[in-house]
């Protein structure tokens, strides 16, 4: 069984970086397609951004994040990663990672992903 742990959530001021990583356990994550998410108080929950398996596994981002998110893989260390810049405060929310057996598309929708973290939680505040 896949078990997928956020970490690197927090405070950030508005215009800052943050990295979010994701880290694996049970199994390869290479094997699986990934996403993040994000929740926001009172709304649903929608993509950031997915990346297909593979070594030029294809990426995506949601208009809202891209120019500023990055999103990426160690296999070696079976983490994920989002990298995000210019942070805004709309960019508050829960941050999910999630991972799909369906390896080799980069899945927009929540419905493909058969994984989830438990979530960290990012507030951009001054």
């Known amino acids: 069984q896949l078990q997928l742990v956020e970490s690197g959530g927090g405070s950030v001021q508005p215009g800052g970086p943050l990295r979010l990583s994701c880290a694996a356990s049970?199994?390869?994550?290479?094997?699986?397609?990934i996403g993040w998410f994000r929740q926001a108080p009172g709304k649903e929950r929608e993509v950031v951004s997915c990346?297909?398996?593979?070594?030029?596994?294809?990426?995506d981002y949601a208009d809202s994040v891209k120019g500023r998110a990055t999103i990426s893989r160690d296999n070696a260390k079976n983490t994920a990663y989002l990298q995000m810049s210019s942070l805004k405060p709309e960019d508050t929310a829960v941050y999910y990672c999630?991972?799909?057996?369906?390896?080799?598309?980069?899945?927009?929708?929540?419905?493909?992903?058969?994984?989830w973290g438990q979530g960290t939680q990012v507030t951009v505040s001054s």
């Open positions: 049970g199994h390869t994550l290479n094997y699986f397609a």
């Open positions: 990346m297909a398996a593979g070594p030029a596994g294809r990426t």
């Open positions: 999630a991972a799909s057996a369906d390896a080799y598309y980069c899945h927009m929708t929540t419905s493909q992903y058969n994984y």
